[in-house]
């Protein structure tokens, strides 16, 4: 029916801010297309541990399991990154969620606006047109594999491990969405190093006749951080284990000149979640001058997910229709620019 | 005294041809200088697959252990490539090569030449004036930990392993660079997640202090990865580990515009290889269209390593003059362009 169950996390720094913006625009929408949406809000990140103790509280967890989907500011609080002994620490609240609500695809889109491709640190030749969707593994790997500090801390290791049936699902993800775009998936590895590569390698080669359409080609993750920057157009999906993805969607959300306009969903079997690249940026924290797009365009990504394709699609217009009418924070315009509410009400006033 | 034993390994693709012009310099140097250079000619890599079954024979890593440096060309043959079920493969030869001479720090400098700025994909006014050095782990970590890949093939793992020991040489090393250039030190690394990577921290933290000029930074590698192209300029010297490091690194090599140009040195306690950054560049074999600029200025970096500083001044001058004279290859300039052996005959010439 028309009634969903969303669990908001603000998380730390201008999480907060962001996430407003998108309630205000879920409301409009609530109204536009008779939709009731339920929110349960819970505490993660730096947040939770200075109210709780605990990146990730029980009681978010909960929510965030019975949820038809968690919307999600961001974490990271400059406490705990320089400090490299504290022993728990925000990030450790998102890895656990991710891992408890199965949240094994990350999917990230790199789309270029024509009215902001200057602020791109490329060459408009080389950034112009590119359009890209990343799948990062985000459940295994070296991230959850297992670690060990010796208590002399003489050495320490961290164990990165695959199984077939944690790369399936992911692969059948991305080979369906290139079915969907240009037919092309890169799978990025170090199959001439790592074993886990070549493990990667033979589960996509055994399912790519699956896929007749789609051309599957292999690149080395070295090969690939290049080739993102010299002509990121050869690219259409891309497919990646969980650390190469950390670095590669990361270097790619750059390129576009417009991180605090990307969006991110993590799927999982029963649950996803919704989170804008950027992080907590602590520095803009409560100056109303934070970026609100990425996290609406998550809000975009997250009614496609729910089956509200005609909202997701008037957002997405409405977010448009924003920037190139430079409604847009200072991050995008330096010369003219509006707060972060102002922008959000906006698109809001648009749909 | 001036001898000097040089191994060299020309190796595969283009290598052959770019170290013909490096052996037309060191000929040329040797006469200039009255130095004597001993050539021992070894195979490695595809070209040692095809003769003899063994990436590296036996042969060719005695050469390389009784050098005074060892000058490599490239390896790589898109027969491997292609095919991830090859067991024996081009590459295992340079791996092996680097742990049996114990080459622990890969250093690649990232300069910038004015008059090649506008071959940059990044624009201006962020590349112009870069200036990085980068001390790349080369032994250890997830290259050389225990692999693994079940019989039946349904999972794998791959363990980076980082002791104390393995760190601590690179890490001086890397103190030491910083406080002859702008005493700045960027340790790259992934802390809020791998114990690897507290243990890097830890093992530069505590001998940070025997040096009090240098300001040591922290960085997580997917910021690095954004960072290396939003503000280059940043950065001086960056220490990283051995699988960041092959990113970042190759990340870095392109962003100046011209990895045709830029040498690499692996240096070890007894031993020292040199080599371009690039690679074998197969479909450019045998046409005389490789740019020999980075393997000669490897040359310079061997001359500098072997204590022979005013040779090494010489060289580098050599080259900025013929990259200033447009005296280049095609890849620098489609318009007017001289061939592998005429660009290192002039570089020579000048010499
Ligand atoms: C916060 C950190 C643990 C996280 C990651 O590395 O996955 C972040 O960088 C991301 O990409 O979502
Ligand atoms: C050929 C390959 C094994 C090697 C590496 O990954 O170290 C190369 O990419 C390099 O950087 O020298």
């Not at 609080?77 to 609500?101: C, I, M, S």
């Not at 799978?187 to 886990?196: Q, W, Y």
Request: proline share 5%.
């Amino acid at each position: 029916d028309n009634y969903f169950k969303i669990a908001v996390l603000p998380g730390d720094g201008i999480g907060p801010e962001i996430i407003s913006e998108s309630i205000k625009i879920l409301d409009v929408i609530a109204e536009a297309f008779q939709y009731k949406f339920h929110f349960d809000y819970g505490l993660i990140g730096a947040e939770a541990i200075f109210k709780t103790g605990n990146p990730l509280p029980e009681e978010t967890l909960k929510i965030c399991k019975e949820s038809d989907a968690v919307l999600f500011g961001a974490i990271g609080d400059p406490v705990f990154d320089n400090n490299p002994e504290a022993k728990v620490r925000p990030e450790q609240g998102l890895l656990r969620l991710r891992k408890e609500l199965g949240l094994f695809a990350n999917i990230r889109p790199l789309q270029t606006y024509s009215s902001l491709i200057e602020k791109s640190p490329l060459k408009k030749e080389i950034i112009e047109g590119a359009d890209i969707q990343i799948f990062r593994e985000l459940v295994s790997g070296i991230y959850f594999g297992e670690k060990f500090t010796d208590p002399e801390e003489a050495y320490a290791y961290d164990v990165c491990r695959y199984s077939r049936e944690d790369i399936l699902p992911i692969a059948h993800m991305a080979f369906q969405e290139a079915q969907k775009r240009n037919k092309k998936l890169t799978l990025i590895d170090k199959a001439n190093v790592l074993d886990t590569s070549r493990l990667w390698r033979k589960t996509c080669q055994e399912i790519a006749a699956e896929y007749p359409d789609v051309q599957l080609d292999y690149m080395f993750v070295d090969n690939a951080a290049m080739q993102l920057i010299l002509n990121p157009k050869q690219f259409d999906v891309i497919l990646t284990e969980n650390m190469f993805g950390d670095i590669i969607s990361d270097e790619a959300s750059v390129i576009g000149g417009s991180i605090g306009l990307l969006p991110s969903a993590s799927i999982g079997e029963n649950n996803a979640l919704f989170e804008p690249i950027h992080g907590s940026y602590p520095q803009a924290k409560g100056k109303g001058i934070a970026n609100p797009v990425a996290s609406i365009l998550s809000v975009a990504m997250m009614l496609d997910h729910l089956g509200l394709q005609s909202a997701a699609g008037k957002l997405k217009q409405s977010v448009e229709h924003a920037i190139e009418n430079k409604y847009v924070t200072i991050d995008l315009n330096t010369k003219q620019y509006y707060s972060t509410s102002e922008v959000g009400s906006f698109i809001a006033d648009y749909i």
